[in-house]
């Protein structure tokens, strides 16, 4: 199975600030990447597939990169509502693998 | 809009079984990808397995296979889970989602509301 390792596992951040979230894969899966994200209570909401494709309705503000192993989820301008844990999964793939999660908190 | 519904919350006692179901609406059930996944209390997304409505064939994550079935009722358009030997890491909560496309590791696009299986004794 492919590991997927995210980091950090949390990051605290003001409303403005500009968040990354980095996402690496144990072996190349091109840009089959999505990122997920997921609030208390609730289902986790698809962002970005592809790597670098915005989710229909998601606010602009919410950016991905990368290809191989590398990836990178940026929100450009936090917003008081983007608090909340956000999740990489590799779609190259069977099984779909996703990371641990990052908790992004408010400081 | 496509909607899934899941079933309500279930309390079980180890070594039986659960089966949690999900209604599918607003779109065409048997062209994607559903796979469950689960989430363990404070954990992380785990997936469990998957089925192609059309094709009816599941897939099963390694972790789980003996122990766990997916099915799909094309003519009601509803995905089965069916969980057995409950053991206490088992209290999750399950999730329905749909794939964007027929592979079962594509991203998913839409995701049931989550039911929460609780094993104890």
């Known amino acids: 199975d492919i590991q997927m390792t995210q980091s950090p596992s949390s990051v605290s951040a003001s409303v403005g600030d500009r968040v990354t979230i980095t996402c690496r894969a144990s072996q190349g899966i091109a840009s089959w990447l999505a990122w997920y994200q997921q609030k208390p209570g609730k289902a986790p909401k698809l962002l970005i597939y592809a790597a670098s494709n915005l989710q229909s309705g998601v606010p602009s503000r919410f950016s991905g990169s990368g290809s191989g192993t590398d990836f990178t989820l940026t929100i450009s301008s936090l917003q008081p509502e983007d608090f909340a844990t956000y999740y990489c999964q590799q779609a190259s793939s069977s099984p779909p693998t996703f990371g641990q999660g990052t908790k992004v908190e408010i400081k | ?121």
């Open chain 2, 1 to 121: 809009q496509v909607q899934l519904v899941q079933s309500g919350a279930e309390v079980k006692k180890p070594g039986s079984s659960v089966k949690v179901s999900c209604k599918a609406s607003g779109d065409t059930f048997s062209s994607y990808a559903m796979s469950w996944v689960r989430q363990a209390p404070g954990q992380g997304l785990e997936w469990m397995g998957g089925i192609i409505p059309i094709f009816g064939t599941a897939n099963d994550a390694q972790k789980f296979q003996g122990r766990v079935t997916i099915t799909a009722d094309k003519s009601t358009n509803t995905l089965y889970m069916e969980l057995s030997s409950l053991r206490s890491e088992d209290t999750a909560v399950y999730y329905c989602a749909r794939a964007n496309n027929g592979y079962e590791y594509s991203p998913f696009e839409y995701w049931g509301q989550g039911t929460l299986v609780t094993v104890a004794s």
